[in-house]
């Protein structure tokens, strides 16, 4: 709208409107007004919208955490990533509510890697990870991305149980190649990666996860009952990935992704994706 009236501003020839087309000073006013409405009037907005909250209890609690964390890490890198050893971390935790205990809760979480060469120039990667929450004021967790279950969106899957396991296996597919325009340049070498993600994950029978509406079946699915209370769902996936780079270069990964959620039947069409990095 600003963009729309600089413009008519500029055809009457008034001083100083010809500046907005710039795109740097559009941000540097963008900037400034941010600014100024945070520090004069955004507290009271903040406030405003609080108490105009329907359903949503604001508390103002005194919390007090204690974590303990042990790592290990004897992983060696080579050109194509993490080729041997292994990595863990465990952690283990309890938040206290000195206030009413209403806000209490314990978390515990375990992520552990292993990598080892199956064959010449074949790595096989492994990835468990679980997490647990307990308490009056039990966190949930999500699965979902790139990094966890790939193939499906950020937080596809929530509990206060959860479980993930990811498989991989990695091997150079072309290297050698030679870029020779304008000068003389061997491209990094491109790797091929076959892999399978499963997920679960479980919570209290008391209103169920929360699941984004995509439209797709999968996404939307039905919940899986299970016993003492919980509820339990699942999800997917499996497909390759390429990716150039590593070592010196940065890893640029192009992944396709088929879903399930049964582990009988997977989607017709894959999900692609492009990332940046080693996913683990």
Same mark, same amino acid.
């Given at each position: ?9 500029d ?10 087309q ?15 409405? $945070? ?18 209890t ?8 204690? #974590?303990?964390?042990? %790592? ?7 050109? #194509? /990533? ?8 465990a952690?283990?935790? #309890? ?5 009413? *205990?209403? /806000? ?7 992520? +552990?890697?292993?990598?080892?060469? %199956?064959?010449?120039? %074949?790595?096989?990667?492994?990835r ?7 308490g ?9 991305? #790139?990094r ?26 072309l290297?050698?190649? %030679? ?13 091929? +990666?076959?892999?399978?993600?499963? +997920?679960?994950?479980? *919570?209290?029978?008391?209103?169920g ?7 797709? +079946?999968? *996404? ?18 499996? /497909? ?10 940065? $890893?640029?990964?192009?992944?396709? $992704? ?12 894959p ?10």
């Amino acid at each position: 709208m600003l963009v729309e009236l600089f413009k008519y501003l500029d055809s009457l020839d008034f001083p100083g409107a010809g500046m907005f087309q710039y795109i740097s000073f559009r941000s540097s006013m963008a900037f400034i007004l941010s600014m100024f409405i $945070a520090t004069t009037i955004g507290k009271r907005i903040i406030a405003k919208l609080q108490r105009m909250q329907i359903g949503e209890t604001i508390r103002d609690l005194d919390l007090v955490s204690h #974590y303990l964390s042990l %790592v290990h890490d004897n992983s060696r890198w080579s050109l #194509y /990533g993490p080729a041997s050893g292994s990595r863990w971390a465990a952690i283990a935790g #309890y938040t206290r509510d000195l206030t009413s *205990d209403e /806000g209490s809760y314990g978390t515990v979480q375990c992520d +552990a890697r292993r990598y080892q060469k %199956v064959a010449p120039n %074949v790595v096989s990667a492994t990835r468990v990870n679980g997490q647990a929450s307990f308490g009056p004021d039990a966190p949930r967790f999500y699965l979902g991305g #790139y990094r966890a279950l790939r193939g499906f969106d950020r937080r596809t899957l929530t509990g206060t149980r959860t479980v993930l396991v990811q498989q991989e296996f990695r091997a150079p597919l072309l290297r050698g190649l %030679v870029l020779a325009i304008p000068a003389p340049w061997e491209l990094p070498t491109l790797n091929v +990666a076959a892999w399978a993600d499963v +997920a679960w994950a479980w *919570d209290r029978d008391d209103g169920g996860f929360f699941l984004p509406v995509s439209g797709d +079946a999968i *996404d939307t699915g039905g919940f899986l009952a299970g016993s003492g209370g919980w509820q339990e769902r699942h999800l997917g996936s499996a /497909g390759f990935g390429l990716f150039l780079g590593g070592g010196y270069f940065p $890893a640029l990964r192009w992944d396709f $992704a088929w879903r399930t959620a049964d582990f009988k039947s997977f989607t017709d069409k894959p999900r692609t994706r492009f990332s940046i990095g080693f996913n683990y």
